[in-house]
């Protein structure tokens, strides 16, 4: 059964927090993202990475940094945690295909709350 | 760029059929995904289009256009566990945009 683990379910941190999400995936991928899922802003991009020690700026960056030291792990970390960083966090991998797209395997979603 | 459009909330009977479409934008096509997601749950595949056409898949069937940058979900026979997210995605490159997703609410 393929899996993509995230560390926390339920997470609560203090505002000015340096945050360590984790993401691990058992299914040899090379490509992993991170998105955050806020209601009425649907699934966005923070960070995506196609091999270790490579990555990629998505469409909300700011904030945030990311880790690839190993192929089946990727962390978000959020350098100084703040109120509007509150969110579902939701991590995905996939694999690169023969020409076309697979689809994502996504994590069961740490809910952040900054407090 | 990629806009994409879907209905926010959509109700429907037990037993009915249901169609969530999806509208694009987009300035290259690589495919088109759609996504289930149950309330609180991470999101899980349904369909992948590329061509032109209907590609069924048991009560769940998936439509695209792509001249016409339109795409639908097809759910048949419906049942309670049906009520979740349903979010469309496009892939640019190996990352995709997603919709805002369209929440299904099944009623008895």
């Known amino acids: 059964d393929v899996k993509v683990t995230q560390s926390s379910r339920y997470l609560v941190k203090r505002t000015g927090e340096k945050v360590f999400l984790e993401c691990v995936q058992d299914m040899d991928h090379e490509n992993m993202f991170w998105y955050r899922q806020d209601p009425g802003l649907g699934l966005r991009l923070i960070y995506f990475s196609y091999d270790v020690k490579m990555k990629e700026k998505g469409d909300i960056p700011e904030g945030y940094s990311v880790s690839r030291e190993k192929k089946e792990r990727f962390s978000l970390i959020l350098e100084s945690a703040s109120t509007n960083q509150t969110s579902m966090y939701l991590c995905?991998?996939?694999?690169?295909?023969?020409?076309?797209?697979?689809?994502?395997?996504f994590g069961q979603g740490t809910r952040l709350t900054v407090v | 760029g990629q806009n994409i459009d879907q209905p926010t909330e959509m109700t429907a009977t037990e037993g009915a059929i249901v169609q969530i479409n999806c509208t694009y934008q987009t300035s290259g096509f690589n495919g088109l995904f759609w996504y289930q997601q149950h309330a609180g749950e991470a999101p899980t595949f349904l369909s992948y289009?590329?061509?032109?056409g209907l590609e069924e898949k048991g009560r769940f069937s998936s439509f695209l256009s792509r001249s016409k940058g339109y795409s639908y979900l097809l759910l048949k026979e419906l049942q309670m566990k049906d009520s979740a997210s349903y979010l469309c995605?496009?892939?640019?490159?190996?990352?995709?945009?997603f919709g805002d997703g369209t929440t299904l609410t099944v009623k008895p």
């Open positions: 995905a991998s996939s694999s690169p295909g023969q020409g076309w797209n697979t689809e994502a395997f």
């Open positions: 289009n590329v061509l032109d």
């Open positions: 995605a496009v892939p640019r490159g190996s990352k995709s945009t």
